[in-house]
């Protein structure tokens, strides 16, 4: 029998939940408020080192291929959260190489990197970037030292994403922002195939991950504790920080890009869904402090 790693819905806490889909290794259900968590697992702990991230040469993630790509959608991203808080020192927790960090610096933001891989945090310093290796369980950094906070394809990596969260909300300032991207637990081709889709395949990302997450779910586990989401699940059609000429030409292209989005939405055809958060003043957080 594989060890239960969870007995009850991380997001609600109800014990009962549905099998998905099962293998010899690990077993995936979907639980009534919508989340889908892994329950029992017995696979050897992915370790993120260089092989995980590859060289750009020839890997089998490619994780340091298309780096303009990377740093220019990182730049959205950014920009997404600055709809809603204003500049400050940035956070990007699960650095990787550095792709977000170079955005960060490129829009005139002081930015620091987290991750757990040695790998990563020694590339990204050879890179000229400040960088940490820690958990987003326990982050080295004061409370409040940070304004921004950005966690692309983290969340999913934790059976505990509710003590994540507090940790993230403890190293951001009241009213700083948080910008999470993740997995989309209704993408229809995972929902179709669960048993052959990479997602929760033991050999493939099933090794990894521990929670899928839909917009309504993530979105409840932010408002549990202490974060407002104010934008999702898309991103932004306009970027009030970003350049003149670049406004303008989202403002130009923005109707064709909100047809778009609602058409994948409606056909569930996304991959991944992105959320931006805002945490609640400290005299609002009472009750999340009481849960904590």
């Not at 590339?123 to 906070?149: K, M, N, Y």
């Not at 052959?196 to 521990?210: K, N, S, T």
């Not at 058409?263 to 009472?286: G, P, Q, Y």
Request: glycine share 8%.
């Amino acid at each position: 029998m594989s060890p239960r790693i969870a007995e009850e819905c991380p997001l609600c806490g109800n014990p009962d939940a549905g099998v998905l889909c099962e293998f010899p290794e690990l077993t995936w259900v979907t639980c009534g408020c919508g989340l889908v968590y892994k329950r029992d697992e017995e696979v050897p702990e992915v370790q993120y080192q260089e092989g995980y991230f590859g060289d750009g040469e020839s890997s089998r993630r490619q994780y340091n291929k298309r780096t303009r790509r990377r740093i220019s959608k990182s730049r959205s991203q950014i920009l997404d959260v600055l709809n809603h808080t204003p500049p400050g020192p940035l956070l990007d927790v699960g650095c990787s190489l550095g792709y977000t960090l170079q955005a960060a610096v490129d829009l005139g933001l002081p930015a620091t990197g987290v991750d757990i891989s040695e790998h990563a945090v020694k590339v990204c310093r050879e890179r000229g970037f400040a960088a940490e290796i820690g958990t987003f369980h326990e982050l080295p950094f004061d409370d409040g030292s940070f304004q921004l906070v950005i966690m692309k394809h983290v969340l999913e990596h934790t059976p505990r994403p509710r003590e994540a969260l507090r940790e993230i909300r403890r190293v951001l300032r009241p009213g700083g922002g948080v910008f999470i991207a993740v997995p989309h637990g209704g993408y229809l081709k995972a929902r179709l195939n669960p048993t052959g889709y990479r997602w929760y395949r033991p050999e493939l990302r099933g090794a990894e991950h521990y929670v899928y997450y839909k917009p309504a779910t993530l979105s409840r586990l932010l408002r549990d504790e202490c974060f407002d989401p104010v934008h999702g699940p898309h991103p932004h059609l306009v970027h009030r920080r970003a350049g003149l000429g670049r406004k303008a030409a989202e403002i130009a292209i923005a109707p064709l890009r909100f047809a778009a989005q609602r058409a994948r939405s409606l056909m569930a055809l996304d991959k991944e869904f992105w959320v931006t958060a805002v945490r609640r003043k400290i005299s609002d957080e009472a009750p999340c402090k009481l849960a904590g």
